[in-house]
C-alpha cells in the first residue's frame, strides 16, 4: 500500500482525538463544570471563547513552527498540550485556573485540527489530495460521534476529574507514537513520488533544487484570491458555527428533546456523507464553484429549518448537515489549485486561524440575536444571508487568477 493512506489513516485519528476533545468535547466540559461547580454559563463560554482565539493567533504561525521544528516535534508538542490541557479542564478549583486550561488546549488544538492534519497530507498527494482530505476530515465527524457519549459516560463513572484523566491519557497514548510511525516518513525519503507515481528522482518536487521563498502574510493578506477564499469560508463558518451551537435548542419545540438530539446526530452522519461524495468529485471540478455550491445546498436546509413543520425540519438538517463538513475541507483543497506549493503550508494556516477568530464570536452572537428578536428566525435569516455572501465571494475569486 502506498504509505499515503496510511498518513491519512493516521490524520483521521488525529481528527478525531482533536475534535474529540477541543471541539465537541468542550460543549460536555461546559455543562458538566457548571453542575459540578456551579460557576456561570457566560463565565465557562468565555473561557471556550478565549481558547478559540488563542488558537487562531497560534496557527497563523503554525507553517514556521513546522519549518524550524519540524512536523513530528510541532504535533508531539500539540499532543501533550491537548492532554495537559483537558486535564487542567477536569481539575479546574478556580474559574481563572479556566483560562491557563484554554490556553493549552488552544496549543493542542491549534496542532493537529484542520492546519495540522492537511501538512500532514499535503506532500503525499497531488491528484487524489481532494480525496485524501476528505477521508481524513472524517475523522472530526467521528470524534463528535464517539466522544460526547464516552465523555457522558466516563463523567458519571469517575467524576469529571477522573474522565479528564482519563481521555488526556488515552490522547498521549495513541497519538505520540502515532505521529512518531506516520508523520515522520516523507515521500522523498521513501523514495515515491506524491500518490505513489513511481519513483522519486531529480525531478521530483519533494527533492532536490533550492527552496522556494515563501510569501510573507502581508503579500498574502493582498492579494484577492486569498482575500475571497478567507472572507468566503470565514461567514460560512461563522453562520455555521452558530447554528450548529443552537441546534438543539431550535429543534427541540418541534421535535422535542430526544427528538432534536437525534436530528443532530442525523446532521453530523449527513456531514461525513457529504465530505464522501465531495471527496470522490473535488479533483475533477473547479473547487470554487464546488464550494459555491456547498453553500447554496446549506442555503436551501437554512430556509427549510424556517419551516415549522416536522418533515421540513428534517430534510433542512439532511442539506444543511451533507454541506457542514466540506466547510472544512475545501479551503485547503482551493488554496493547493491558486498558490505555490511552497505557500500552501502558510497559506492554509493563515485563512484557518482568520476562520477560527471570526467565528469564536458566532454561538454568543446567535444566543443574543434569539433573545433580542424572541425567536430563531432571525438567526436562520441572517445565516442565509452569510452564506449567500459567501457563496458570491468564492466565485468572485475565480477571476483572481493563480499563483502556480
Not at 489530495?129 to 460526547?148: D, E, K, Q, T
Not at 425540519?313 to 482551493?334: D, E, Q, R, T, W
Amino acid at each position: 500500500m502506498f504509505f499515503g493512506w496510511r498518513v491519512v489513516g493516521a490524520a483521521f485519528v488525529f481528527a478525531v482525538f482533536a475534535w474529540g476533545i477541543a471541539f465537541y468535547g468542550l460543549s460536555v466540559l461546559l455543562h458538566a463544570i457548571h453542575e459540578t461547580r456551579g460557576w456561570p454559563i457566560s463565565l465557562i463560554s468565555a473561557a471556550i471563547t478565549a481558547h478559540y482565539l488563542m488558537s487562531a493567533g497560534l496557527m497563523a504561525y503554525l507553517d514556521d513552527a513546522h519549518r524550524r521544528f519540524g512536523l513530528v516535534a510541532t504535533t508531539r508538542a500539540g499532543v501533550v498540550a491537548l492532554a495537559a490541557g483537558v486535564l487542567a479542564w477536569g481539575l479546574a478549583a478556580a474559574p481563572w485556573q479556566l483560562f491557563a486550561a484554554a490556553a493549552l488546549t488552544a496549543a493542542g488544538w491549534a496542532a493537529t485540527s484542520t492546519a495540522g492534519i492537511s501538512a500532514m497530507l499535503l506532500p503525499w498527494f497531488r491528484r487524489r489530495r481532494g480525496a485524501a482530505l476528505s477521508l481524513a476530515f472524517n475523522g472530526a465527524s467521528f470524534g463528535g460521534v464517539l466522544f460526547i457519549p464516552l465523555w457522558v459516560a466516563l463523567s458519571a463513572r469517575l467524576g469529571l476529574a477522573g474522565a479528564a484523566a482519563a481521555v488526556a491519557a488515552a490522547s498521549l497514548a495513541v497519538l505520540w507514537p502515532l505521529a512518531g510511525r506516520y508523520l515522520r516518513p516523507t515521500p522523498a525519503s521513501l523514495g515515491v513520488l506524491p500518490d505513489g507515481e513511481g519513483a522519486s528522482g531529480a525531478a521530483s518536487p519533494t527533492s532536490g533544487g533550492a527552496p522556494s521563498a515563501v510569501a510573507s502574510r502581508r503579500a498574502l493578506l493582498r492579494q484577492p484570491r486569498f482575500l475571497t477564499l478567507s472572507s468566503a469560508f470565514a461567514l460560512g463558518l461563522f453562520s455555521q458555527v452558530g447554528l450548529v451551537a443552537n441546534l438543539v435548542s431550535l429543534l427541540a419545540p418541534r421535535l422535542g428533546d430526544a427528538g432534536a438530539a437525534s436530528a443532530v446526530s442525523l446532521t453530523a452522519v449527513c456531514a461525513i456523507l457529504g465530505r464522501l461524495l465531495l471527496g470522490a468529485v473535488v479533483d475533477r471540478v473547479d473547487r470554487r464553484l464546488a464550494a459555491a455550491g456547498n453553500f447554496v445546498l446549506q442555503i436551501a436546509g437554512l430556509l427549510l429549518l424556517l419551516d415549522t413543520g416536522i418533515a421540513p425540519a428534517l430534510l433542512g438538517c439532511v442539506l444543511f448537515g451533507l454541506g457542514l463538513g466540506n466547510l472544512v475541507s475545501l479551503p485547503p483543497l482551493i488554496a493547493e489549485r491558486e498558490f505555490a506549493p511552497a505557500d500552501l503550508g502558510r497559506v492554509v494556516a493563515l485563512v484557518v486561524a482568520i476562520n477560527q477568530a471570526v467565528f469564536s464570536f458566532a454561538p454568543a452572537i446567535f444566543g443574543a440575536l434569539h433573545d433580542l428578536a424572541g425567536g430563531y428566525a432571525a438567526p436562520l435569516m441572517l445565516a442565509t444571508a452569510l452564506h449567500l455572501a459567501a457563496a458570491v465571494l468564492v466565485l468572485t475569486g475565480r477571476g483572481a487568477g493563480v499563483s502556480r
